[in-house]
């Protein structure tokens, strides 16, 4: 079955850095590829996604970039900020209509440091 | 607009003993999805159903059930629990397309 690595587990970078998260797949019909954000006892929050037909995508700070060739994808974080800190999660799915089966990775811990 | 919403909040439950967990997705959404998050991990798909109908199905054993009713809401349903399904138990709603929208989940104790 599909399977989503991601690395690394934990990343500390300084307030101001650039923070970068990697993610595989396997499934080579996987097509739609979001990012959760979650806080400390708090539910993920889709923060950005990108689908197979671009390879790039850019939201402020948060940019993603999909590479199918080699079936690996990217998180980008600039100008990181305290708030920033959370556990981040990179999943990937096949988007067909009504079929949602969503696979996670096994999630970065992002710390901020002031 | 209201959000995807769980009840209970927390639970805690004995081994043997069973368990029913409920969602409301969101206004609109036809979608359902079941999540385990365990500790540590990131969240691992149990159930997805769409207009009533189970679309898919994790890898979890057959203690394991669920449902969705006309009006989009669904229950989990697990049986005989054991130490190991406790967990953060989160639900999610979409409508058409993998756009997936977490509830605040269910803390799921089991002793």
């Known amino acids: 079955g599909e399977n989503v690595e991601q690395h690394p587990s934990t990343l500390s970078v300084q307030e101001g850095d650039s923070a970068v998260i990697k993610c595989t797949y396997s499934?080579?019909?996987?097509?739609?590829f979001p990012w959760y954000k979650q806080e400390l006892g708090k539910r993920p929050q889709l923060i950005i996604d990108?689908?197979?037909?671009?390879g790039e995508k850019k939201d402020q700070r948060i940019a993603v970039t999909l590479n199918k060739t080699a079936k690996h994808f990217s998180l980008h974080i600039t100008e990181t900020q305290p708030e920033d800190s959370a556990v981040y999660f990179c999943?990937?799915?096949?988007?067909?209509?009504?079929?949602?089966?969503?696979?996670f990775g096994p999630g970065t811990s992002l710390s901020v440091i002031p | 607009d209201a959000g995807v919403t769980q009840s209970p909040t927390h639970l805690i439950k004995t081994r043997g003993q069973h368990v029913t967990l409920r969602c409301s997705p969101i206004?609109?959404?036809?979608?359902v999805s079941w999540y385990q998050q365990v500790l540590g991990q990131g969240p691992q798909f149990i159930f997805q159903?769409?207009?009533?109908?189970?679309?898919g199905r994790g890898n979890f054993p057959d203690r394991f059930s669920a449902r969705q009713f006309p009006n989009y809401s669904s229950e989990l349903n697990v049986n005989a629990l054991l130490l190991g399904d406790s967990a953060l138990y989160l639900c999610?709603?979409?409508?058409?397309?993998?756009?997936?929208?977490f509830g605040p989940g269910t803390r799921l104790t089991v002793t």
């Open positions: 159903y769409y207009e009533k109908e189970e679309r």
């Open positions: 499934d080579s019909a996987s097509n739609y």
């Open positions: 990108i689908r197979s037909n671009v």
């Open positions: 999610a709603s979409s409508s058409q397309g993998n756009e997936q929208y």
């Open positions: 206004s609109g959404h036809k979608s």
């Open positions: 999943a990937a799915s096949k988007e067909e209509t009504s079929y949602d089966k969503v696979i």
